[in-house]
């Protein structure tokens, strides 16, 4: 098993086939088109675990600054293949993201994680010590 940054279109095409169980509503176009202008805006990051050469866990993440949060890294996106579940991948893209904020000199991690996602939710809370700490909210324009 080894975790890689993703840094190329054909590694984020390899990716999709994970990343595409979390967002259902993107086809592979757009997927690539919002990474491609994620990563040259907003810095984003996607990184994934290779077991056997497959990728079977990716992340997507980006640095941050708010009054709120002060400098801190926001987890986008966390996957593991559905077949591959609780074996520990989502922790160790955690702890991979935990170790990057903090060679960066960030505050802080945050995620946001759906309202009916229960046992994610006790994950973030039970085994990798986060707190919950707000509500998030959306209006579609």
Known sequence: MKIKELTTEKEWQEAYKVMCQLRTH???AAYIDLV??????ERYHLIAIYKEGEIIAVAGFKPMITLYYGRFVWVCDLVTDKQKRSK???????????????????ESVALSSGLQRYSTHRFYEEKMD???????????I
Do not use: M
């Open 26 to 28: 993107l086809d592979e």
């Open 36 to 41: 491609k202008e994620a990563v040259k805006v």
């Open 88 to 106: 520990g991948y989502g922790e160790h893209l955690l702890s991979y993201i935990h170790q990057w904020a903090e060679r960066y000199q960030f």
């Open 130 to 140: 986060y707190t919950k700490v707000s509500f998030v909210f959306r209006k579609k």
